[in-house]
T-cell receptor, first 110, second 113 residues
Framework: RKEVEQDPGPFNVPEGATVAFNCTYSNSASQSFFWYRQDCRKEPKLLMSVYSSGNEDGRFTAQLNRASQYISLLIRDSKLSDSATYLC???????????FGTGTRLQVFP | DGGITQSPKYLFRKEGQNVTLSCEQNLNHDAMYWYRQDPGQGLRLIYYSQIVNDFQKGDIAEGYSVSREKKESFPLTVTSAQKNPTAFYLCASQDRGGVNEQFFGPGTRLTVL
């Protein structure tokens, strides 16, 4: 089983739609969680950290469910510029190393 | 402007040749990392360094070597022993006193001909 699993997609949604991605992780001792965004042929960039209480940044909401070992990302009012691959990232237990999921591709169409 | 630079952006190499990828950061970060990314796969850790003059193997270190003589620099050498070196290589740095966020360079796309 992979340490971090994501549905690869693609998710094809119209502008203005709400879309949600889930990600599961296998190590219950994982401590930090992130969503990164990666545009085609570019480097990943941090979208948001995920906190236990859940957090929101504009149109983006991240949730963490430790009991079920999954994190989610909700994007409201999708824009064309949201088209990208979204990487779920979890820290390895007791180290600073990050474990990356394979990413979920989102395509927003007009 | 603070950030991470990688050079070159594109690199072509003949089979059997060693090649060194550059990574420089001016963020004053202690930790630096090298990853490779292949189509349909997540980032895989090659080597990392948490302090100058020290580095550790990641998950796929075979066929690669690194050095960390300066805080700002963490070059990666892809040797001829690497069986399938064609990939997108990403360097990252991290402030170990922070919240684990890693900052990435723009990457080097290596193609072996």
């Amino acid at each position: 089983r992979k340490e971090v699993e994501q549905d690869p997609g693609p998710f094809n949604v119209p502008e203005g739609a709400t879309v949600a991605f889930n990600c599961t992780y296998s190590n219950s001792a994982s401590q930090s969680f992130f969503w990164y965004r990666q545009d085609c042929r570019k480097e990943p960039k941090l979208l948001m950290s995920v906190y236990s209480s859940g957090n929101e940044d504009g149109r983006f909401t991240a949730q963490l469910n430790r009991a079920s070992q999954y994190i989610s990302l909700l994007i409201r009012d999708s824009k064309l510029s949201d088209s990208a691959t979204y990487l779920c990232v979890v820290t390895s237990y007791n180290t600073d190393k990050l474990i990356f999921g394979t990413g979920t591709r989102l395509q927003v169409f007009p | 402007d603070g950030g991470i630079t990688q050079s070159p952006k594109y690199l072509f190499r003949k089979e059997g040749q060693n090649v060194t990828l550059s990574c420089e950061q001016n963020l004053n970060h202690d930790a630096m990392y090298w990853y490779r990314q292949d189509p349909g796969q997540g980032l895989r850790l090659i080597y990392y360094s948490q302090i100058v003059n020290d580095f550790q193997k990641g998950d796929i270190a075979e066929g690669y070597s690194v050095s960390r003589e300066k805080k700002e620099s963490f070059p990666l050498t892809v040797t001829s022993a690497q069986k399938n070196p064609t990939a997108f290589y990403l360097c990252a740095s991290q402030d170990r006193g922070g919240v684990n966020e890693q900052f990435f360079g723009p990457g080097t796309r290596l193609t072996v001909l």
